[in-house]
């Protein structure tokens, strides 16, 4: 015999704003993982290659060569102070998620739009005040 009794029970459902906004965090949290542990790796890699990089003068009898090792070991450390300043601002923007401040611009307090953090996902700053910000160090 089927069960005929009823519930009073409704499940609740979240709004969908908010199961939409909660969904977008955790892509964006998931792509700011995944680009960290890249870049990491890419450090671990780029660190790895400038070992074999080496510009003892003895090695390079032509000052040519020496100068072409130089210019590699300056290319190399400056990818890597280029990807750790990324990593940095990759896990400002891990730590911004979890104190809820992420895709909040820094200088208006404005919500940065999806598709820029989609781009840049460790934007500061809505595109806007980007502009500004660049206009601003250009003219002084």
Known sequence: MRNTSSSNHVPRVAPLKYSNIHRQKHMNYAD???ELTRLRARLACETRMSHLITSEPELFPDPIDQAA???????????????????RRIEQAL?????????????????IPPARLRVQPDSLYCVPCLTTIEQQSDGS
């Open 32 to 34: 700011l993982e995944n």
């Open 69 to 87: 090792a130089e210019y590699e070991s300056d290319i190399a450390l400056s990818v890597k102070l280029l990807t750790i300043e990324k990593l």
């Open 95 to 111: 730590t911004s998620l979890h104190t809820r401040s992420y895709g909040i611009c820094s200088r208006c307090n404005h919500q």
